[in-house]
């Protein structure tokens, strides 16, 4: 088993900023690609930023200069920094990773933390 468990959500006014971690344990032997994904209500859940093993990373158009993903491999751990936040960035946010682990190739989910970006 492998678990994403996430933290640094919150209320936070535009033009603010917030940082997001995941970190991953369990059997993990190693992690592939590390990404954040986000729900807005009514919406469907939308790629975020992607970060792979060696570095490369990928972000959403909308976030693009605003956001910057990273990772720890040696905490197994993932983060978002959010900068310049806007009304709309307000979401569920959840990370995912695909994980090598003793019982297989996983693509486990955290359970989501919730950011607002109101006044």
């Known amino acids: 088993q492998v678990q994403l468990v996430e933290s640094g959500g919150g209320l936070v006014q535009p033009g603010g900023s917030l940082r997001l971690s995941c970190a991953a344990s369990?059997?993990?032997?190693?992690?592939?690609?590390m990404g954040w994904y986000r729900q807005a209500p009514g919406k469907e859940r939308e790629l975020v930023a992607l970060?792979?093993?060696?570095?490369?990373?990928n972000y959403a158009d909308s976030v693009k200069g605003r956001f910057t993903i990273s990772r720890d491999n040696a905490k197994n751990t993932v983060y978002l920094q959010m900068d310049s936040l806007k009304p709309e960035d307000t979401a569920v946010y959840y990370c995912?990773?695909?994980?090598?682990?003793?019982?297989?190739?996983?693509?486990?989910w955290g359970q989501g933390t919730l950011v607002t970006v109101s006044s």
């Open positions: 995912n990773a695909g994980v090598l682990a003793r019982s297989g190739y996983l693509e486990p």
């Open positions: 369990g059997s993990i032997l190693v992690i592939n690609a």
């Open positions: 970060i792979r093993s060696g570095g490369n990373t």
